[in-house]
């Protein structure tokens, strides 16, 4: 329960960022219209560059670059704005007096963590805490994406092979077999290395199109158990189609036990795309990321450790609480564990 609390409180975050941290008013009034520009994060994280200038084509044109506390009021005294709780952004450093009172961001050893930058910030100036904000979207997009495109796989591939059995059964369970063999961290870089232009998009369809076996081989065993049940004889006898009993009769039967994959795989997507960003082959610059952020610490571990040691805890705690996520469920769902209890 408190991993799953844990979880949820991650969500929350992933959800409500640009509200948090970040330089764009979540709200504002500007010559007389409403705008809401912190919607611009949400766009740069899912990788649609162009739908994130739109949002900000009116204070473009007006030349703010980017700096909105002064230049809202220097270009329309009547105009009003909400802002995040920490004025900070996941892609630049903060100038001197950029936000009243506010000194510039330090950089190097120099960017330990203080008032103003709460984790410090990296070479560049960058706020570490803005960046660990933002990129729970990234570690939560993947991790959720990709195991539903695996999870529709598996239980598909699974369904079929379970239920039909015979010839049906032996060509798709050669099939589970051959992408088992296919390590996706390689194919991952392999597809890297031919795409010019590669986006977080590629790498959630990546990982979901090879992470789908597991769930497919105990989807399959469920299907091959539950369908020598006496109800679905009943289903079946009362006119039931195959589809019917498949996906109404026995898929709901099994879905407890399926949940149990689906939940170590989302650690395990999470843990893929941190490992993949401190190659650097993850997320596409400049996009936050966990595991960007340790590859940025690396090297200075001894003078710089907040870039280390942030990151590398944030990936620990969500990557634990979906395997203790997991293991609840399993727990919740084996009658020999309820017995025993």
């Given at each position: 329960?408190?991993?799953?609390?844990?979880?949820?409180?991650?969500?929350?975050?992933?959800?409500?960022?640009?509200?948090?941290?970040g330089?764009?008013?979540?709200?504002?009034?500007?010559?007389?219209?409403?705008?809401?520009?912190?919607?611009?994060?949400?766009?740069?994280?899912?990788?649609?560059?162009?739908?994130?200038?739109?949002?900000?084509?009116?204070f473009?044109?007006?030349k703010?670059?980017?700096?909105?506390?002064g230049?809202?009021?220097?270009?329309?005294?009547?105009?009003?704005?909400?802002?995040?709780?920490?004025?900070?952004?996941?892609?630049?450093?903060?100038?001197?007096?950029e936000?009243?009172?506010?000194p510039?961001?330090?950089?190097?050893?120099?960017g330990?963590?203080?008032?103003y930058?709460?984790?410090?910030?990296?070479?560049?100036?960058?706020?570490?805490?803005?960046?660990?904000?933002?990129?729970?979207?990234?570690?939560?997009?993947?991790?959720?994406?990709?195991?539903?495109?695996a999870?529709?796989?598996?239980?598909?591939?699974?369904?079929?092979?379970?239920?039909?059995?015979?010839?049906?059964?032996?060509?798709?369970?050669?099939?589970?077999?051959?992408?088992?063999?296919?390590?996706?961290?390689?194919?991952?870089l392999?597809?890297?290395?031919?795409?010019?232009?590669i986006?977080?998009?590629?790498?959630?369809?990546?990982?979901?199109a090879?992470?789908?076996?597991?769930?497919a081989?105990?989807?399959?065993a469920?299907?091959?158990?539950?369908?020598?049940?006496?109800?679905?004889?009943?289903?079946?006898?009362?006119?039931?189609?195959?589809?019917?009993?498949?996906?109404?009769?026995?898929?709901?039967?099994?879905?407890?036990?399926?949940?149990?994959?689906?939940?170590?795989?989302?650690?395990?997507?999470?843990?893929?795309?941190?490992?993949?960003?401190?190659?650097?082959?993850?997320?596409?610059p400049p996009?936050?990321?966990?595991g960007?952020?340790?590859?940025?610490?690396?090297?200075?571990?001894?003078?710089?450790?907040?870039?280390?040691v942030?990151?590398?805890?944030?990936?620990?705690?969500?990557?634990?609480?979906?395997?203790?996520?997991?293991?609840g469920v399993q727990?919740?769902?084996?009658?020999?564990?309820?017995?025993?209890?």
């Amino acid at each position: 329960m408190a991993a799953l609390s844990f979880v949820v409180f991650l969500s929350l975050v992933a959800l409500t960022a640009p509200m948090i941290v970040g330089t764009r008013p979540i709200v504002c009034k500007y010559k007389g219209e409403i705008y809401f520009p912190a919607t611009y994060y949400y766009w740069r994280i899912l990788g649609l560059n162009t739908q994130a200038y739109k949002t900000e084509a009116v204070f473009t044109n007006d030349k703010f670059r980017g700096v909105y506390p002064g230049n809202l009021k220097k270009n329309d005294p009547d105009s009003w704005a909400i802002w995040p709780l920490v004025y900070q952004d996941p892609y630049r450093p903060i100038e001197a007096d950029e936000w009243p009172g506010q000194p510039e961001s330090p950089s190097g050893i120099e960017g330990a963590p203080n008032k103003y930058n709460l984790l410090g910030t990296n070479d560049d100036g960058v706020d570490v805490f803005a960046q660990m904000v933002h990129a729970t979207q990234i570690s939560l997009l993947v991790g959720f994406v990709s195991m539903g495109i695996a999870a529709l796989i598996g239980v598909i591939v699974g369904a079929l092979a379970g239920f039909y059995g015979g010839w049906i059964d032996v060509i798709l369970s050669r099939v589970i077999e051959v992408v088992m063999c296919l390590p996706t961290l390689i194919l991952i870089l392999a597809v890297r290395s031919i795409l010019d232009d590669i986006t977080i998009w590629h790498l959630m369809v990546l990982i979901g199109a090879t992470g789908w076996t597991g769930i497919a081989r105990l989807t399959r065993a469920e299907f091959m158990k539950i369908r020598e049940i006496e109800y679905v004889s009943a289903a079946r006898s009362l006119g039931a189609g195959q589809m019917r009993l498949m996906f109404v009769h026995i898929l709901r039967n099994a879905l407890a036990p399926i949940l149990v994959p689906i939940s170590f795989g989302i650690a395990s997507a999470i843990l893929t795309e941190g490992a993949l960003s401190f190659l650097g082959f993850g997320a596409p610059p400049p996009n936050p990321s966990w595991g960007t952020l340790l590859s940025e610490g690396r090297t200075r571990i001894q003078t710089m450790w907040w870039l280390v040691v942030y990151p590398g805890m944030a990936i620990f705690s969500t990557v634990l609480a979906y395997n203790l996520i997991g293991e609840g469920v399993q727990e919740a769902t084996d009658p020999r564990t309820r017995e025993t209890s």
